[in-house]
């Protein structure tokens, strides 16, 4: 079946650095992928929507600035977190949608620590 | 807004008795409605959406539109069963406003 994968898995960092986070569809095509994010024993919040080719669009809350999305092809989105800081460690979640089959695939998640 | 709640934290039920995992929504439009199931240590997958009017691992889930809920049922729940479930809606088919409820942890015990 569809797979979606997310690398890393589980990254550690300093306060002030930035962290990259990639999600991949591994055999479709997605034109849009979704970043979650979910805080500990609470529901996924939609960050932003990645579409290829164009801008992410970001939820009410979400600083776009500090969340970098860029979607440069169909099989790949990334998630740069800048300057981060201890309230940005979380799990981040990415998903991707499979158009032809009408599916959302979620990634395995990528759980930030920073320090 | 879209929201989407789910009134219980934490579900328990005996190995064969019956289920049912409470959903309920708010959103003006017409929604999509979607279950999804994260077992322990595995990732999100969808267990089934209301357009299919699907079964799944004897799951289902019937869209009442005057009571905005789509509650998840299983007539004999089974210990596999045992994971986290979400609710979710989509206003868009998949684009923008894509909602999951707080979850319920199911537990079925034996």
């Known amino acids: 079946g569809a797979v979606v994968s997310q690398h890393p898995s589980r990254v550690i960092c300093k306060s002030g650095t930035s962290v990259k986070i990639e999600c991949r569809s591994l055999d479709f095509q997605a034109t849009t992928m979704f970043w979650y994010r979910q805080f500990p024993k609470q529901s996924l919040m939609l960050m932003a929507t990645?579409?290829?080719?164009?801008?992410?669009?970001?939820e009410q809350g979400v600083e776009k600035d500090k969340f970098l999305i860029n979607h440069a092809s169909l099989t790949l989105s990334t998630l740069t977190v800048t300057s981060a800081h201890p309230e940005d460690s979380s799990f981040y979640i990415c998903s991707a949608v499979d158009r032809l089959k009408e599916t959302q695939y979620f990634g395995p998640g990528t759980r930030l620590l920073v320090l | 807004a879209q929201r989407v709640t789910q009134p219980e934290k934490l579900l328990s039920v005996f190995k064969g008795a019956p289920v049912e995992l409470k959903c309920n929504y708010s959103y003006s439009g017409s929604p999509e409605l979607f279950w999804y199931v994260q077992y322990s240590r595995q990732r999100l997958q969808l267990l089934l959406r209301h357009i299919s009017r699907e079964s799944i691992k004897g799951f289902t889930a019937d869209l009442n539109k005057g009571e905005t809920s789509f509650h998840l049922k299983k007539p004999f729940a089974q210990e596999e069963d045992s994971a986290m479930y979400y609710c979710?809606?989509?206003?868009?088919?998949?684009?923008?406003?894509?909602?999951f409820g707080p979850g319920t942890r199911l537990s079925v015990l034996p």
């Open positions: 979710a809606l989509s206003a868009d088919n998949y684009g923008q406003n894509f909602v």
């Open positions: 990645s579409n290829e080719g164009s801008k992410a669009t970001y």
